[in-house]
């Protein structure tokens, strides 16, 4: 059974940085394709980033691009993101995931285990 544990959040202001940090919790983490996904209030949740079990590929959202950079560290079991400039559009609720696909994926039905989630709020 996988679990995955969400911290680093919080409140930033526009033009801020945040590292948001995924603990997983069960065995083999190196062959899970990872991502990150955000809802916002009243918005469906939509996919941010990606990366593939090695961490060799990782892809990203347009709106994303160029600001935030996926990582993960197979030896601790741990999957990062980096969020630079950070816009007000970005404030959502930013969930990990874990994906059977040890390439990753962008469509959340591709993944079977989700963390909690970590509250990310961007002021003007």
């Known amino acids: 059974q996988v679990q995955l544990v969400e911290s680093g959040g919080g409140q930033v202001q526009a033009g801020g940085s945040l590292r948001l940090s995924c603990a997983f919790r069960g065995h083999n983490f190196s062959r899970y394709g990872m991502g990150w996904f955000r809802q916002a209030p009243g918005k469906e949740r939509e996919f941010v980033a990606g990366?593939?079990?090695?961490?060799?590929?990782?892809g990203y959202a347009d709106a994303v691009k160029g600001r935030f950079t996926i990582s993960r560290d197979n030896a601790k079991n741990a999957l990062f993101l980096q969020m630079n400039t950070l816009k007000p559009e970005d404030t959502a609720v930013y969930y990990c995931?874990?994906?059977?696909?040890?390439?990753?994926?962008?469509?959340?039905?591709?993944?079977?285990?989700w963390g909690q989630g970590t509250q990310v709020t961007v002021s003007s």
């Open positions: 990366i593939n079990f090695a961490g060799s590929n990782t």
């Open positions: 995931a874990a994906s059977f696909n040890p390439k990753g994926a962008t469509s959340s039905s591709a993944f079977g285990a």
